[in-house]
Each structure stands twice: as structure tokens, then as C-alpha cells.
């Protein structure tokens, strides 16, 4: 059973941006289908759809992501697979375009987790492109600095927080990935729920996989993707965990505002958020196919 979905992220993706939204999320979907039906690996499914969402400038992460409060980008991602549960994550990384791919490095790591510089230099290390940090400002992005106009965290006027994806591969494994530019105009070295594990992602063979969006602060408090498995574990299907996870968020803290997607083990697939928006979609020879932006 092969399964694959993914997120561009909760937030107020306005009227006329939701078109591009659609067609970002339907490249990476396809990306990551690729990889599945070519007997790739769920990482390497998750990967390469998170790669196709880095790299458009409707996201919220790699190439176009939201400028912090100096206006420069800062980037975390975080990767998990569900067999051995391996781990890698970034956080505020700023010269590379696709810090999933570092994940991907550091997955293979005894470590979990870098930071800053040292996640720049194990990037370099690895052999990973680095990249002018200005050449991640999209035209979008410094247009919007420009105007003065206040920005919202979790609103970028142009998109949504956060891209996501989570995968099934045919030989049972399950992968997870989540990458993001963090909320608007963020203080400088600020880091939310994306790159930490349980909070933007988790990975367990046993029960699934979950890729979250949102207000980062309120997503931590509530371990929010290890929540999403947790119903799981409790019997719960993946939209009926996902909506569980999502009304404790808005129960427990005062910015509870997102969104996730949900893979089970089995190939079924569930997405809920409280969001006014939140651009996903899925793939599965279960559940068949579909977008909504
Ligand atoms: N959910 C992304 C962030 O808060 O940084």
C-alpha cells in the first residue's frame, strides 16, 4: 500500500493566490507519488515533495519564506522515519534553500538536531549548495516589507505557515517531514514548532505519520503531532484524530489556530485545521486522490 499527501500550510490564503497554491501542491504531490510508485523510499517521497514546495515562492519555507523582524529569512525543517524513528532537524538556518534536504543528512546522523552556523556547516560538509541569504527573499516578500503595511504572524497577505508531507511506502514504512520560514517578522533566532519532533512532525511505523501547521508556540505546547498519533493509537481514524488534535489546540491555548494532515498505516488519510485556510492534498491506492486549497 502506497499513500502520500501534503500541506502548504494553515493561515488566509487570499482569494487569488489559491490557484497557484493548487497547482504548487499538485507538483509536489506528484514528486512524491513518483518516488513511491518508483519504489522509492517514504523519505525519499516526503523529500521530494517538501523540495517542490521549498523551491515555489507561494510557500512559506525555502525560497520565499516570511522575513523575520530584520528582514532576513530564517529556515527549520524537521524529517522523521517511522521504522527506527531517525530523526534529523534543522532550525534558523540561513543560506540554504532546502534545509529539508540537511534533515535528510542529519537523519543518517547519531545526532538529531543542529542549529544555525553548524547546521550551515553540516550542510557544506555534506556537500549542499550554500546560498546568499538574500537570494531567499522572494520579490513578493520584500514588496510586502516595502509597503510598511503590518503583517500578522500567521497571515503573509501572500500565503500560509509551513509546507508539509507524510508518506507511505510499499514496504510498510512511514516518513514525515515539515518545513517552514516561521511566523512573520519573528525576532531573530526565534524557532517554533516545525524542526521539533512530536511538535511539527512524528513518525511511527506502528501507528502513522503527521506533518502540523500554525502558530508554533500553541503547536509545542500541545506536542501536537505526537498527539494527531496518539489517536491513532486510541482507534481513532486520521480525520477523526486530526480533528481531536486540532480542538485541543483551540481548547488549551489562547492562539490555538492550524491545521494537519495524517497517514495511517494503512493507507487512510486524514487533514483537519481551524485555520480560515490550510492548501493540502493526497494521494493513496486506498483513498484515492484529491486537492483543496
Ligand atoms: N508553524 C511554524 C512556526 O510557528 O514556526
Redesign the pocket.
Known amino acids: 500500500m502506497q499513500a502520500i499527501a501534503v500541506h502548504g500550510?494553515?493561515g488566509r490564503i487570499p482569494e487569488e493566490l489559491r490557484p497557484e497554491h493548487g497547482e504548487g501542491i499538485r507538483i509536489a504531490l506528484q514528486a512524491g507519488r513518483q518516488v513511491l510508485t518508483q519504489e522509492g523510499s517514504a523519505v525519499e517521497a516526503v523529500m521530494a515533495a517538501v523540495v517542490v514546495l521549498e523551491d515555489l515562492p507561494a510557500f512559506?519555507a525555502g525560497y520565499g519564506a516570511a522575513l523575520n523582524s530584520e528582514g532576513y529569512v530564517e529556515l527549520?525543517a524537521g524529517l522523521m522515519e517511522g521504522r527506527a524513528l531517525e530523526i534529523g532537524a534543522v532550525a534558523a538556518i540561513r543560506d540554504v534553500q532546502n534545509p529539508i534536504r540537511v534533515c535528510r543528512v542529519i537523519l543518517q546522523a547519531p545526532q538529531i538536531f543542529f542549529s544555525g552556523a553548524d547546521a550551515s556547516r553540516v550542510a557544506r560538509e555534506a556537500g549542499i549548495e550554500s546560498v546568499d541569504p538574500d537570494s531567499l527573499i522572494s520579490p513578493r516578500r520584500l514588496k510586502q516589507r516595502q509597503s510598511g503595511a503590518s503583517i500578522p504572524?500567521?497571515d503573509s497577505g501572500l500565503a500560509a505557515?509551513?509546507v508539509g508531507a507524510v508518506a507511505l511506502d510499499e514496504k510498510g514504512d512511514v516518513a514525515s517531514a515539515?518545513s517552514?520560514?516561521?511566523?512573520n517578522d519573528?525576532p531573530p533566532g526565534?524557532?517554533?514548532?516545525?524542526p521539533l519532533p512530536g511538535c511539527?512532525y512524528y513518525a511511527d511505523n506502528k501507528w502513522g505519520a503527521c506533518s502540523?501547521?500554525?502558530?508554533?508556540?500553541?503547536?509545542?505546547r500541545i506536542l501536537a503531532a505526537r498527539r494527531a498519533i496518539e489517536g491513532l493509537e486510541r482507534g481513532l481514524s486520521p480525520s477523526q484524530a486530526a480533528r481531536m488534535t486540532v480542538d485541543l489546540l483551540k481548547e488549551r491555548v489562547s492562539e490555538g489556530e492550524?491545521g494537519l494532515i495524517l497517514l495511517d498505516c494503512q493507507g487512510c488519510f486524514g487533514a483537519y485545521f481551524n485555520s480560515p485556510t490550510m492548501s493540502y492534498g493526497w494521494w493513496s491506492e486506498r483513498d484515492g486522490e484529491g486537492v483543496n486549497t
Not at 517552514?180 to 511566523?183: D, I, L, R
Not at 526565534?190 to 516545525?194: A, E, L, P, T
Open positions: 500550510g494553515a512559506n527549520d504572524a500567521l505557515d509551513t515539515t517552514t520560514g516561521g511566523m519573528k526565534r524557532v517554533g514548532d516545525s511539527g502540523t501547521t500554525g502558530w508554533g508556540e500553541s503547536l509545542a492550524g
